[in-house]
């Protein structure tokens, strides 16, 4: 392949291959090529930046479901996803400008933000009951399953503090996602569960290291205990490592685990 000035890379891997994946992108393209991370998670952009010098981050808002090769299901009857975008660590470029252009034309819901890391922050928190998805299964509307995800937003809200990470607040971000995210089954089928659910469930790998992971992280940076964050980090990678399946605990018992 000749890769050429106009060339931008988005890079969709799990975080867990984001290294692997830039040491061989610029090895092939050079550190010059734009790479855009549509990833969860907050490190990748930092990961990224050590080998390019144009790095973006993307927040990728887009309930579909993989659960076999070649196969991916977008279950938005409105918009497919909301994919806003930005430079790392901040402001914005012609490349934000075009890709949010591309992807309003091909049916997603798409703006240049020149602080889409506070962005990113804000699906982290929204990513920290992946984990309690996958272990109990797709219903987290039961009273065990609420306090455990709320074990883990309280620790990470108490890091980000220590830490000075300024969020998007949650009403602004349901305010974003306003009607363009609106669920529907899929030929008779609903979707399964969220992507560490939908990871689980191929035996695939997790990437909750970078999710309950980057708590811990910061916790321990700041000294701020996350030992909720910590165990669930540790319990998914049992799961993934033994092959488990999602659903093999009860939302009692997890909650019971991590309040220890």
């Not at 988005?10 to 994946?21: G, H, I, P």
């Not at 790392?88 to 890709?99: E, I, K």
């Not at 309690?132 to 299964?137: K, R, T």
């Not at 974003?176 to 089928?189: I, K, N, Q, S, Y």
Request: aromatic fraction near 4%; glycine fraction near 10%.
């Amino acid at each position: 392949m000749t890769w050429t000035p106009d060339d931008v890379v988005v890079l969709a891997v799990k975080s867990q291959d984001t290294e692997r994946a830039a040491r061989a992108l610029v090895a092939a393209a050079g550190p010059g090529v734009p790479v855009v991370a549509a990833q969860n998670g907050v490190a990748n952009e930092r990961t990224l930046a050590r080998w390019f010098g144009r790095v973006h981050g993307l927040c990728v808002m887009m309930p579909t479901q993989h659960l076999e090769p070649g196969v991916v299901i977008a279950h938005s009857a409105a918009a497919t996803g909301i994919l806003d975008l930005g430079r790392f660590p901040s402001g914005t470029d012609d490349v934000d400008d075009a890709l949010a252009s591309a992807f309003r034309d091909s049916r997603c819901e798409s703006v240049a933000r020149p602080d889409i890391m506070r962005w990113k922050y804000r699906k982290l928190l929204n990513n920290l009951g992946n984990a309690v998805q996958a272990l109990c299964g797709t219903d987290l509307d039961s009273e065990d399953a609420l306090a455990a995800l709320h074990l883990l937003t309280a620790e990470a809200e108490r890091a980000f503090a220590a830490a000075g990470i300024d969020p998007v607040g949650e009403a602004e971000d349901d305010a974003r996602r306003g009607d363009h995210l609106r669920l529907e089954p899929v030929a008779g089928a609903v979707r399964g569960g969220g992507s560490t659910w939908q990871s689980l469930a191929r035996g695939s790998g997790v990437e909750t290291d970078h999710l309950n992971g980057e708590i811990a992280l910061l916790g321990r940076l700041h000294g701020v205990p996350t030992p909720a964050n910590a165990r669930i980090q540790a319990l998914m990678t049992e799961a993934s490592t033994q092959g488990a399946r999602p659903g093999a605990w009860t939302a009692a018992a997890l909650l019971a685990e991590l309040r220890g």
